[in-house]
């Protein structure tokens, strides 16, 4: 069963589980993402006890709530893990039909794979020249930068930088 629910009451540790777990993983769905760029204005559908998930982001307009994919959120959809059926994503759709859409952008492998008719959406992967293609100064600064400690801190809240 698909219920929607607010973000208010949203079971976050319960909505990450789900979204590690899923083979289509995007860093806009994490909820303190979704937060940020929607100042917490987004809902969510889940089925069952979290076995998929689709966030809802919405604004709202002299009153009218409408779904519409925020800025710096590429691409959403429905999250699932590998053996996920056409009939469950198509009930998310369905769901998703009934409701006023301004714009909402699914996911590569939704596209892909449930919707083969959809436009996808394609990721541009600028590559790196070889090192042999750096300026001095950039070899040096390189250097420098493996000589000093550097430790890597993960840290969500963003409004704090």
């Known amino acids: 069963m698909i219920k929607q629910i607010t973000r208010e009451k949203l079971e976050v540790e319960k909505y990450t589980a789900c979204l ?3 083979v289509n993983y995007r860093i806009y769905a994490e909820s303190w993402y979704l937060d940020t760029v929607t100042n917490q204005q987004w809902d969510c ?10 966030p809802i982001p919405y604004r709202k307009k002299m009153g009218i709530k409408y779904i519409a994919q925020p800025l710096y959120c590429q691409q959403l959809g429905v999250f699932h893990d590998q053996f996920f059926e056409q009939h469950l994503f198509d009930n998310f759709i369905h769901i998703i039909k009934r409701k006023l859409v301004h714009s909402y952008h699914f996911n590569e492998e939704n596209t892909t794979q449930f919707n083969p008719q959809g436009t996808k959406k394609i990721n ?10 750096y300026s001095k100064m950039v070899k040096r600064n390189l250097s420098k930068f493996r000589q000093q400690a550097i430790q890597i801190i993960e840290h969500h809240d963003v409004e704090s930088y």
Request: glycine share 4%; net charge neutral.
């Open 45 to 54: 559908l889940v089925l069952n006890d979290y076995e998929a998930i689709m």
């Open 20 to 22: 590690h777990r899923a």
């Open 124 to 133: 541009q992967i600028i590559p790196f020249p070889s090192r042999n293609g």
